[in-house]
């Protein structure tokens, strides 16, 4: 592949809050892990394992423990922030993707870093995990799939009755859960900041330093436009 067919790649990739309920492949599964498999981590510690969700009941199940978990607070915890900051939710569209995939981590895998590195374990596990998402958000667009990330998966009191659903150890810890499926709507334009106002040769350009209020009016415009 070459980079212009890469970046076209990175840029076609939109999240999808809206799917078809038509059933994927079981081979178009495998690419994504497959493509997350190859991921780079933090002392090569691989420290990913999936869990791909299917059954109807199931996913049923881990939609209504999110609903009671995260959903019903969601919208009165965004209340507590300035109007033009506020989150403005649409109705969970990741309903009806007939494939999950929730992304977890094994945290023993932290011993592989150099004692070094120990200091920043946690964010080194973190990034190693987000590697392997990135790679199936990738894998989802060159299928001609749709994904949704669904972090919600994670909050404490969905992340334990999930666990305790499918049978997952307890010492396992979630990253996030990817809501798979053919997309049931055209994403918007997306907001991306001007190559110029970030990038930085040998010294900090601090003219390029946002105050508070030009990163404010940066959130409330990506408020009024489509989600990422």
């Known amino acids: 592949m070459d980079y212009e067919s890469l970046l076209e790649l990175i840029k076609e990739r939109r999240s999808i809050r809206k799917f078809r309920p038509d059933p994927i ?24 394992e999936f869990i791909v969700v299917k059954k109807q009941e199931l996913r049923n199940k881990i939609i209504e423990l999110i609903e009671e978990g995260y959903g019903s607070l969601e919208p009165k915890m965004e209340a507590t922030r300035e109007p033009e900051l506020r989150f403005h939710f649409a109705p969970p569209g990741f309903v009806r993707a007939p ?34 998402f990135l790679y199936m958000q990738l894998a989802v667009t060159s299928l001609g799939l749709g994904a949704q990330w669904v972090s919600a998966i994670a909050v404490p009191y969905v992340q334990y009755l999930t666990k ?5 150890p307890i ?5 996030d859960m990817m809501a798979v499926g053919y ?11 001007a190559r110029e106002e970030m990038v930085h040769y040998d010294y900090y350009n601090k003219d390029l330093f946002r105050t508070e209020e030009k990163v404010k009016e940066f959130i409330a415009a990506l408020r009024r436009g489509p989600a990422i």
């Open 171 to 175: 010492e396992m810890e979630f990253y």
């Open 99 to 132: 494939v999950f995939i929730i992304l977890c981590g094994n945290p023993r895998t932290r011993e592989t870093y150099p004692v070094a590195a120990q200091v920043r374990r946690d964010s080194i596990f973190n990034s190693s995990l987000a590697n392997a």
């Open 183 to 193: 997309p049931d709507m055209e994403p918007g334009t997306r907001l991306v900041r």
């Open 25 to 48: 492949p079981d081979e178009y599964v495998d690419k994504i892990i497959e493509a997350a498999r190859w991921a780079p981590s933090g002392g090569n510690s691989q420290p990913w």
């Open 164 to 168: 305790n659903l499918l049978g997952i």
